[in-house]
């Protein structure tokens, strides 16, 4: 038995303990496909809470040649069921690098969960006018760039994208590893738009926040109000769950230097994880409870800088 299922179990247990001496039932485990365990949060999220990054996948859509991941179908009814099993309320879809620039399915995916959706979509330097506001209109509130995997556009592209959103209010979501965050930093302090750093600037572990990268990310935000998405725990720690100790020193870092400019995300359906080690979603919100042990702060994270950052 794993950690994190020693934790859940627990304290499971002890919840179930407590609503019976209380009169009530405890609430049902639910199985979510591609999250491992099946307990809700112990957290309790507030009315609004936001899930800022997940990605939708379907086999029906033609990847891009150039993309190298290609999980398998994760639905908008499967994460729904999340939703459901983490108490969410609004969320934000992710283009991810299987589809490249084709964005039919983010769009479509988030006009089928409606108005608690956001889009974040790959476009090159191409893009029209006539385009930008087309996907405005449906819900598409920035562009995302990557430098870790194949399938988008290239990072030469990241100004000219930047300049042609400006009007718009969108920002640029950036997936790059540490380093490349450093050497890209004069770029990045140029842009018109804000930039938002996915999975905390994959800064490496050990070094976590102090990684020079820290120090650009730190200064953007502070002049350029850059953002961070506290996500991806999983993908960098070498310690694992339940605690994911070592991202925790680097998340409450990213809380302490500017609860404002923070956001969380599940990352679901983890594309990266293989099939049989998908991380339990409920110990991934939990993680919060240690990140920003201040409820008021919490609740900042998922549902007021949500709404600044994607006009919720």
Known sequence: MTPSMTRRAHLAALMAGAAASAGLRPASAQ????????????ITVPPGATDCHHHIYDARFPASPAATLRPPDASVADYKLLMQRLGLSRHVVVQPSTYGLDNSLLVQSVKEFGPTARGIAMLDASVTPEELKRLNAA???GVRFGTRLPGG???????????????????????????????????????PVPVVFDHMGHLPEPAGPDYPGFKVIADLIEKNGAWVKLTGAY????VGPPSYADRSRL????V??????????????????PADAKPDD????????????????????????PATLYGF
């Open 31 to 42: 199985t979510v496909p591609w999250s491992s365990g099946t307990e809700r949060p112990t």
């Open 139 to 141: 819900g598409i509130r």
């Open 153 to 191: 556009a290239p990072i030469s592209d990241l100004v000219p994208v930047a300049r042609k959103i400006a009007d718009f209010g969108w920002h640029i979501q950036l997936v790059s590893d540490g380093d490349k965050i450093v050497e890209l930093a004069g770029t990045l302090k140029e842009m």
């Open 235 to 238: 993908i960098l720690s070498k």
């Open 251 to 254: 998340a409450r870092a990213y």
């Open 256 to 273: 302490a230097l500017a609860p404002e400019r923070v956001v969380w995300g599940s990352d679901w359906p983890h594309p990266t994880s």
């Open 282 to 305: 409920a110990v991934l919100l939990d993680l919060l409870a240690n990140w920003a042990p201040d409820e008021a702060v919490r609740n900042r994270i998922l549902v007021a800088n």
